[in-house]
């Protein structure tokens, strides 16, 4: 989608600190982060979100995911971190290009605010 902020980060014509790139999936750090590791993985097909996702992304979300888990693992936050998906904007989605953010690095508390 020509205009998604996030479809220009993984086009390189905005600039990102990237962490991670597969066939499918992409990841760079994120400008405002909330925690030592706040990483924004997202799939390199565009879909707003989760509530317009379908049944054909089923694979694209859990590849989010596992490509979450695997830099936790490379940055050794695996004994607590969390994968968070805002979905609309009354939950804060404020980038209608799905995304998981993956943060950890401290304790986190529990509910979130
Ligand atoms: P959300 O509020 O769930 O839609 O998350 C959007 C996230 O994108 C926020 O955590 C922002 O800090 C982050 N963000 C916005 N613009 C950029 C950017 N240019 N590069 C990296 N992260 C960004
Ligand atoms: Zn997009």
């Given at each position: 989608m020509p205009d998604?902020?996030?479809?220009?980060?993984?086009?390189?014509e905005v600039p990102s600190k990237k962490i991670y790139e597969d066939e499918h999936t992409f990841a760079f750090e994120d400008i405002n982060p909330q925690g030592p590791t706040?990483?924004?993985i997202i799939p390199k097909k565009h879909i707003a979100g989760l509530k317009e996702a379908t049944a054909d992304d089923t694979e694209l979300i859990g590849r989010c995911h596992l490509t979450a888990a695997r830099i936790a693992k490379e940055r050794s936050i695996e004994d607590g971190y969390r994968t968070v998906l805002n979905v609309g904007p009354r939950a804060g989605q404020s980038v209608f290009h799905l995304h998981v953010h993956l943060i950890g690095g401290r304790t986190l508390h529990w509910p979130p605010g």
């Open positions: 998604c902020l996030f479809c220009r980060i993984m086009r390189g706040h990483v924004l």
